[in-house]
């Protein structure tokens, strides 16, 4: 069952983000054929998805996921404002379904860099990240959190 929920959520963000949309370690952010070599040495199944993109502000898209763990949606786009548009829409969506439930926790971040919308909840831990024309959206059961978050560092984010 929980199977199921984390695959639907991960399926409904995903179409959400396609059909509504027009620093740290590194100080720019990785290839997607880096992200694909990455997370494939990690041993999760990546995806191109750019076909998918229902605009053309989308350069390309790889989704990558381990069913058991966590998804990563790496989104690299053909400019910055079209980068903030999916981060500002991936945040509203959390907001919609996070923002009332008194368990979670939100936390949201801006510098010079990067912008970072995190929350931490019973079901999921949900990670947004905006750095220059691209948006890493992270998804992950809370017990893999920890795990989640040391592949974003390796991303370089």
């Known amino acids: 069952m929980r199977k199921k929920n984390f695959l639907f959520i991960v399926a409904m963000v995903f179409i959400l983000m396609l059909s509504g949309c027009g620093k740290s370690s590194t100080s720019e952010p ?3 054929t880096k992200f694909k070599t990455i997370m494939e040495e990690k041993g999760l199944e990546v995806t191109d998805k750019t076909d998918s993109a ?3 502000s989308y350069q390309e898209i790889y989704v ?3 069913k058991e763990k966590y998804s990563f949606e790496y989104y690299f786009m053909k400019n910055e404002k079209s980068a903030t548009n999916v981060y500002k829409y991936a945040v509203d969506n959390l907001n919609k379904t996070y ?5 979670a926790k939100i ?3 801006e510098n010079n860099t990067q912008s970072v919308y995190d929350v931490t909840a019973s079901d999921y831990h949900c990670k947004v990240i905006k750095k220059e ?3 890493l959206y992270v998804t992950a059961y809370p ?3 920890e795990d989640a978050e040391k ?3 390796e991303l370089g984010y």
């Open 107 to 109: 936390t949201e971040n």
């Open 143 to 145: 017990e893999y959190k």
């Open 64 to 66: 990558a996921v381990d």
């Open 30 to 32: 990785i290839t997607t």
């Open 54 to 56: 229902k605009d053309h």
């Open 151 to 153: 592949l974003v560092k």
């Open 133 to 135: 024309n691209t948006v």
């Open 99 to 103: 923002k009332e439930n008194n368990s």
